[in-house]
């Protein structure tokens, strides 16, 4: 063990902006030489002293960055195994990669906690681990299966396994990827074990995708509006951010535009008076990434509404399609509950409920009557007589013809503008009748 002075000196070394490496106690700095760990410490120093920690843990996953997976990957997109930046929930960016190898590292390892490994990537893990000596082998499956090992029979049942079944696979020899049901019986246990990832992503992630360039082309919008630059946006919030050329036009003497900001405040004020803001409350049942999205739906089941509006997010790790059939349900039930009468839920009529879909890049109908779903332009349902669901990147330009006294329930999220709940507002467009 260190004295408690060096120990602190160590410490200090690992979070102090100003300290440097002679400031390491020696005998600290020779047991770090002796096995190799200075780059590490290193290393872990930056994280902790210049804060790309502290950045990576302050996004979301699945709504700030993720992984690219078969779900959500489309042609002409880019194949990684690394964190990518998401445009909106479950969406990620088709070409875009993070530039910061820290910031890389550091999303990739949290997007792999928070999603789990699928089969094939497990199944890929223990490949190489098979590949081993027989005495780190045997260290790294004791690591690997100490969480287990400790775990109580409840645990073992949120898991997913038996007793029974963590004996079948308590010892590293008893591995054996031929045998199908095991490797998926693997799959179960350690698909969210953080040192599995950890390996996974130490021996067939990292030294096959990350990369880094020697040089970089660095341009911002102050490169690409040198002079008569001209264009639009719904609001100026980020307007202190814009080259210098960039400035409000107001031609012909359109001097009321400059009280736009004014006049979308006033109509969200005027039209969400007395509803106020509800904090979401959450099931003491319901656990995993999709808790929240189940919470906001108990909501919605709660409020006489006509549309969903997903501003910050919330609906991650749900599809819009589960979305859509959880809604499809849940109107249904309110409908049985009031007599069945289609008009029963609220004033207007709902026979379906509208969606975007990722797979055909298109809305979509889900019908009411016999559940049958189509694309927009086929159903004969009228928009005003649906449901909508806004999710996450389609609450900035989404256009739909909803009834003119259509509520919504609009959710918030963390680091919003005002920009993006105007945006996500006037998805009612017509909020000022």
Known sequence: GLWKEDSEKFCAFL????????????????????????D?????????????????????????????????????????????????ADTPALRAEFKNPDSAIAFTQLAYFHDGLTEQQVRETLSVFLRLGQGVREAVFGEWFR????????????????????????EERKVDLTNAVQVRLLHRAFRLNRSFIDFFLSHCVFPKDTRQFPQSIVASAWHLVPRGARGFSGTKDGHLLQPLTVRQLLENGDVELESTDGKMLSLLQRSCEGTGVSKLQFSGSRHGPDAAAHAVLEKVGETECEA???AGGLMAGMSNQLVAEHLSGMIEKKQQQRGGSM?????????GVLFFSSSTNGWMVRHFENRYVCERHQSDLEDRECFAFFDHERCRGADLKLHPRARAVMTLGLRMRKEDVMQAA???RQLEW
Not at 20 to 26: A, D, G, K
Not at 147 to 167: C, F, H, M, V, W
Request: proline share 8%.
């Open 308 to 310: 969903l509006i997903d």
């Open 426 to 428: 006037m998805r009612m």
């Open 147 to 170: 969480p287990l090992k400790d775990a109580s029979a409840e645990a073992l049942r949120g898991a997913g396994l038996t007793e029974e079944e963590r004996n079948s696979i308590d």
């Open 343 to 351: 008009t029963s839920v609220s004033p207007i009529p709902l026979r």
């Open 15 to 38: 979070t102090e902006t100003e300290a440097t490496v002679e400031e390491i106690p020696p005998p600290v700095s020779a047991h770090l030489s002796e096995f190799g760990r200075r």
């Open 40 to 88: 590490a410490v290193l290393a872990l120093r930056g994280f902790l002293v210049f804060d790309p920690l502290w950045h990576a843990l302050s996004r979301r996953p699945s709504v700030d960055f993720g992984l690219r997976t078969a779900a959500t990957t489309g042609t002409g997109c880019h194949k990684t195994r690394m964190a990518v930046p998401y445009r909106g």
